[in-house]
T-cell receptor, first 113, second 113 residues
Framework: DVKVTQSSRYLVKRTGEKVFLECVQD?????MFWYRQDPGLGLRLIYF???????EKGDIPEGYSVSREKKERFSLILESASTNQTSMYLC????????????FGPGTRLTVL | RKEVEQDPGPFNVPEGATVAFNCTYS??????FFWYRQDCRKEPKLLMS???SGNEDGRFTAQLNRASQYISLLIRDSKLSDSATYLC??????????????FGQGTTLQVKP
């Protein structure tokens, strides 16, 4: 069974803080993704990575950066958190570029005050 | 225009009813199609892939109409446990080697006793 874990279920931060969201998958997947999910907007892709140290911008990368130093770990970084980054953040992984099934972590509900 | 459009609902149906959701996609070059299910406060999970010839999995039937660029999901004999949000998912244009997916905002189903 694929397992994707995220470091926190709930997080409260203040405007201007640097925020790290961690995601770990245990199935040796090549691809990893970060999404945010907001009511009425659905899932929107922030960044993804298809290999260690590789990253690609998704649809809404502004205000975010990522790091993938090890295959199993993909970190999302909010350099200076803002209130409009309050959201549910979901990490996902998939085996490789050819197979599209994505497995999601439980999500991190981030509130920026 | 959104790449994937769904009626957000909610669809309120009694137990035992048959319910159908449609989803339209904008890019005729999309190759792969899926339905994901997301329970309240949980992560999305793959429900089923959608094949050109249509496919069935128990009470669930998925159909693809490439000419009209829509996908449907039919649920027969609805159960209380079917209450969830159903996400229509397609591969974006020129994504055959990235593993990226485009998610619709979801259709919410509430099955009532």
């Amino acid at each position: 069974d694929v397992k994707v874990t995220q470091s926190s279920r709930y997080l409260v931060k203040r405007t201007g803080e640097k925020v790290f969201l961690e995601c770990v998958q245990d199935m040796d997947h090549e691809n990893m993704f970060w999404y945010r999910q907001d009511p009425g907007l659905g899932l929107r892709l922030i960044y993804f990575s298809y290999d260690v140290k590789m990253k690609e911008k998704g649809d809404i990368p502004e205000g975010y950066s990522v790091s993938r130093e090890k295959k199993e770990r993909f970190s999302l970084i909010l350099e200076s958190a803002s209130t409009n980054q309050t959201s549910m953040y979901l990490c996902a992984s998939s085996r490789d570029r050819a197979l599209n099934t994505q497995y999601f972590g439980p999500g991190t509900r981030l509130t920026v005050l | 225009r959104k790449e994937v459009e769904q009626d957000p609902g909610p669809f309120n149906v009694p137990e035992g009813a048959t319910v159908a959701f449609n989803c339209t996609y904008s890019n005729s070059a999309s190759q792969s199609f899926f339905w994901y299910r997301q329970d309240c406060r949980k992560e999305p999970k793959l429900l089923m892939s959608v094949y050109s010839s249509g496919n069935e999995d128990g009470r669930f039937t998925a159909q693809l109409n490439r000419a009209s660029q829509y996908i449907s999901l039919l649920i027969r004999d609805s159960k209380l446990s079917d209450s969830a949000t159903y996400l229509c998912v397609v591969t974006p244009f020129r994504s055959s080697n990235t593993g990226k997916l485009i998610f619709g905002q979801g259709t919410t189903l509430q099955v009532k006793p």
